[in-house]
Nanobody, 119 residues
Framework: QVQLLESGGGLVQPGGSLRLSCVVS????????MGWYRQAPGKERDFVAF???????NYADSVKGRFTISRDNAKNTVYLQMNSLKPEDTAVYFC?????????????WGQGTQVTVSS
């Protein structure tokens, strides 16, 4: 059973920073591709950032240059460093883990952590 637990959300002023963490229980964390997604009230869940098991990274255009995704395989943890936060970054942020588990690609989600950017 794979479980994901996000932390690090909170209230921050525009221009501020937060670092989100997602700890993954179970073995073989290094084999998972990890992602962050977010969902604002009344909107669909959107892609934010992604890091492959090999360390390749991808970002949504709206966060490029401001957010950085990283992983620490020794700690079974993926991070999202968020700088220069804007009110439009306000959302619940979800962690996602995925890998090929033949014959399908399996994904798992955390419960989310709230990020509010407001003065």
């Amino acid at each position: 059973q794979v479980q994901l637990l996000e932390s690090g959300g909170g209230l921050v002023q525009p221009g501020g920073s937060l670092r989100l963490s997602c700890v993954v229980s179970g073995s073989s964390f290094a084999s998972y591709n990890m992602g962050w997604y977010r969902q604002a009230p009344g909107k669909e869940r959107d892609f934010v950032a992604f890091i492959t098991s090999n360390g390749g990274k991808n970002y949504a255009d709206s966060v490029k240059g401001r957010f950085t995704i990283s992983r620490d395989n020794a700690k079974n943890t993926v991070y999202l460093q968020m700088n220069s936060l804007k009110p439009e970054d306000t959302a619940v942020y979800f962690c996602n883990a995925g890998r090929i588990d033949a014959p399908e690609y399996r994904t798992y989600w955390g419960q989310g952590t709230q990020v509010t950017v407001s003065s």
